[in-house]
């Protein structure tokens, strides 16, 4: 090797008018050649600013000297990788930062808009279609969310919450006006093509939404919140909160008049309900009261009149 002979070096970038900097390696294909690093993210820094190149250290110009200077250059990145707001690099090691991710992502998103490919060329029935037989996929063989306790969907939708809210992406990037302009289309949209609540019989949905409540009641229950992460005191302090702004609002109950509620009770009282257990028929308030101290379960009912 001669002292004109092609080099593998370290590197380090850094910019007179900022304190951005930027770590690489590089295997020259002539000596000396120019070469002031490889950004894709931020390639635009290296024209508005002005860059300067420090080599840090040189290696044998072998495969072996090109392994020591990508180690050695994975080395330098790690500490500060995603942790020093100054530092550019967007890869360590094959580890792609979510900033390069994401443009890689928006990028060939365009570009299957343009060409009409995957998910881009399908209508939209299709794309419910299939994404209703992957649906399917992920219950059968417990992928996805279905493969994860209630406790990890739990912590989950928490961090991606959280995230959502720190980023302002997702939902929480929506206006209210965007928000409301979104339901507006998807509801009308859903219903026409029977989907969600809209996919579903009066029937099934009663029968579900006992079953959600009998399985949501007891987790909420078991890990106490919602209703049963407050002590009866707190319940019955904000019950009184509630009824005091219900009142100041003329909402719910006082926003009715003295004849509007009677005739509220009255159809309520008028209305009868038998168990299905043993038949006795009385109305709705009554009919709780009498399963319950027999240990019947209150959605064994059924209207009459």
Not at 100 to 107: F, N, Q, R, V, Y
Not at 202 to 226: A, F, P, R
Not at 232 to 244: F, H, L, W
């Amino acid at each position: 090797m001669t002292k004109k002979s092609p080099r593998i070096y370290t590197y380090k970038i850094t910019f007179e008018e900022v304190p951005y900097y930027y770590y690489g390696f590089h295997k020259e294909r002539k000596y000396n050649e120019y070469y002031m690093g490889s950004p894709v993210t931020h390639k635009w820094m290296w024209g508005f600013y002005t860059p300067k190149k420090q080599i840090l250290e040189f290696f044998p110009y072998t495969n072996e000297g090109y392994i020591e200077a990508q180690e050695v250059e994975k080395r330098l990145i790690k500490p500060v990788y995603n942790t020093d707001k100054w530092c550019l690099n967007e890869n360590c090691g094959g580890i792609i930062s979510m900033d390069s991710l994401i443009m890689s992502g928006k990028i060939s998103g365009n570009r299957n808009k343009e060409l009409g490919l995957y998910i881009c060329g399908l209508t939209y029935e299709e794309r419910v279609k299939y994404g209703k037989i992957g649906l399917e996929t992920q219950k059968k063989n417990n992928l996805a969310i279905y493969g994860i306790t209630a406790e990890q969907r739990i912590e989950y939708g928490k961090r991606g919450g959280n995230t959502c809210k720190e980023k302002n992406i997702g939902v929480c990037g929506l206006s209210k006006e965007e928000l409301s302009n979104a339901g507006k289309i998807g509801g009308p949209k859903s219903y026409e093509l029977g989907l969600g609540i809209h996919g579903r019989t009066k029937e099934q949905m009663t029968e579900d939404g006992k079953k959600g409540g009998y399985i949501s009641g007891l987790k909420v229950y078991e890990l106490s919140i919602g209703i049963h992460g407050r002590s009866k005191e707190k319940m019955s302090e904000d019950g009184k909160k509630a009824t005091q702004r219900a009142k100041e609002l003329g909402v719910g109950l006082y926003g009715l008049t003295k004849e509007q509620r009677s005739e509220t009770a009255k159809k309520v009282n008028s209305q009868k309900w038998m168990c299905l257990e043993t038949g006795f028929i009385t109305n709705a308030g009554t009919l709780s009261r009498y399963q319950k101290a027999r240990g019947i379960d209150t959605s064994k009912r059924k209207r009459i009149v």
